[in-house]
């Protein structure tokens, strides 16, 4: 939850009114390097959303997460385990190990009732976007993609995207925002 990534987006997040709430996984927590079992993480995340909606009642509650912690956190939501929750946003959804291109990771996604928002880089290693763009289709209404060109699974980019990462960032929060705010309307 330290990384200076999530440090950076949070502080975007923040400038324009969206409050976040980060949390670590217990093998992170305890620096291991092995992440613990699936039904560990999914329990952790619905923990951080219960958090959460003690912490601020009276705000829309967006869950979602980087990497893997977006997607423990759909897995969640397909469980029926985060119910206040209006809509998942996804930091580089994780459909596929590198170099293995593959749809099962997101075979849960159909029983997802919310909303989502899809950030995913170009050059993203672990989301072909061939593979991507038709899951989102097929998940009709509920899926916005958004992709950030040049950008990989961290989000750095090239130098000819012509954008720092720090611009970058301020996109992916600008982006989130504005989803967001369909959401409330």
Not at 124 to 129: E, G, I, M, P
Request: net charge neutral; glycine share 8%.
């Amino acid at each position: 939850m330290t990384h200076p990534f999530l440090e950076s987006l949070a502080k975007e997040l923040a400038e324009g009114g969206v409050a976040t709430l980060r949390y670590q996984f217990p093998y992170i927590e305890e620096r291991r390097r092995v992440p613990d079992k699936p039904e560990v993480l999914i329990s952790t995340v619905a923990a951080a959303i219960d958090r959460a909606r003690e912490t601020a009642p009276e705000l829309p509650l967006l869950a979602g997460g980087k990497s893997m912690g977006g997607r423990m956190t759909s897995q969640a939501c397909a469980q029926g385990l985060l119910e206040p929750v209006k809509g998942l946003v996804f930091f580089g959804f994780p459909l596929h190990p590198p170099s293995r291109p593959g749809t099962k990771r997101a075979e849960h996604l159909a029983k997802v009732n919310v909303q989502m928002l899809f950030l995913q880089g170009t050059r993203d290693t672990l989301a072909d976007l061939a593979l991507l763009r038709p899951i989102c289709e097929e998940l009709g209404s509920r899926a916005t993609l958004q992709v950030i060109p040049e950008g990989d699974h961290s989000f750095h980019v090239l130098k000819k995207a012509g954008k720092t990462d720090a611009e970058v960032i301020k996109e992916l929060a600008e982006a989130t925002r504005a989803w967001a705010a369909k959401l409330n309307d």
